[in-house]
């Protein structure tokens, strides 16, 4: 008796040791990685990110870690770059547009990966469908397929003698490729012809607004990517410069000058991308999560700049905008 006694009490006082050494234990910090385009000074997403994840309990450098990784320019450091996170072991990788996700997924395919605003996830072979992506890879999504239909609807209706609309563009970027394919189909429903002026690094960018000028366009529309938007207030100046009015993918060209954007609320899609975060961090497989698509698109027009540049926006146009930058 005296020997079960002391057996269960040995027991006992192994079971404690083991849970107060466990008690001890720091738990795990979460690490996350950040990949997009641009640079850390004019990129806003990381701030959208964190706000979404502080939302959801998280703060950084408390319970969780953010390694950050920006590509100034090209698919190249792009890929060193998701190689680095992927051999630092983060439990997330979070990308930005489409270039930095099919990066990711040529890096892993194991690690998470949540990316959000590229333009087109199943044509870029990101996921296999919206509802169901499998693989490694999910996350929100930022266009629909109509999107670049509604651009041109919008300025029909703000210059309706346009014949001619030029578009800049990254040629070698697969998500501007696929958005191209888009603006194509609905220039000719339209009947609208396309000055395509590609860019491939910043410097490119006099030669492409010289090369619009010559070609004496009605229209600018400027295609989504990070680059762009690093560098979009040197876009919208040149515009400015130019005299042509032009139309932008996210309302933050407009807050720096530009005449107008229709494009969704990126600050609610990377808000969005924290909560597939939490729930893979929790265990969810980004294969089950379905692609969120946007639920709302914003139309926001700077009316100075119209008026800068001789434009009256009708009041059809007024009527729907979602904000006025007087």
């Known amino acids: 008796m005296k020997k079960k006694i002391f057996a269960s009490l040995l027991a006992i006082s192994l079971l404690i040791s083991v849970y107060l050494a466990d008690a ?3 738990a795990k ?9 641009g640079n850390a000074a004019e990129s806003v997403a990381p701030e959208w990110l964190r706000e979404g994840l502080r939302e959801l309990g998280y703060v950084e450098g408390k319970n969780i870690l953010i390694e950050y990784r920006y590509a100034k320019w090209g698919s190249q450091t792009l890929s060193e770059l998701a ?10 990788l979070v990308t930005i547009a489409t270039e930095p996700s099919l990066a990711a997924q040529r890096a892993t395919r194991t690690i998470p990966i949540v990316m959000a605003t590229p333009g087109d996830p199943v044509g870029a072979g990101l996921v296999a469908s919206l509802a169901r ?13 109509d999107l670049s239909w509604k651009r041109l609807e919008l300025l029909k209706e703000v210059t309706p003698k346009i014949s001619l609309v030029a578009i800049l563009w990254i040629p070698s970027a697969t998500g501007n490729r696929l958005q191209m394919k888009e603006t194509e189909a609905a220039a000719h429903s339209f009947g609208l012809r396309l000055q395509a002026v590609g860019v491939e690094g910043p410097d490119d960018f006099e030669n492409a607004f010289s090369a619009i000028n010559r070609g004496k366009t009605h229209f600018l529309i400027v295609l989504g990517s990070p ?3 690093t560098h979009r207030a040197r876009i919208t100046d040149l515009a400015a410069k130019s005299r042509l009015p ?10 720096a000058g530009g005449l107008m954007s229709y494009g969704n609320d990126l600050s609610a ?16 497989k980004p294969g089950d999560l379905p692609v969120e698509r946007p639920m709302k698109f914003e139309l926001v027009i700077n009316l100075k700049t119209a008026k800068q540049l001789g434009l009256t926006i009708p009041g059809a146009v007024l009527y729907r905008v979602d904000r006025v930058i007087k």
Request: net charge positive.
């Open 227 to 229: 680059i762009f938007f």
């Open 246 to 255: 032009a139309i932008y993918p996210t309302s933050p060209y407009v807050d």
């Open 133 to 145: 992506p499998g693989g490694n890879i999910t996350g929100v999504t930022a266009t629909t397929v």
């Open 29 to 37: 910090v979460p690490r996350i990685g950040f990949l997009t385009s």
């Open 83 to 92: 190689e680095e996170l992927v051999r630092l072991k983060v439990d997330v």
């Open 24 to 26: 001890q234990q720091p």
């Open 269 to 284: 899609v990377h808000r969005r991308a924290a909560l597939y975060v939490d729930k893979i961090l929790k265990g969810a």
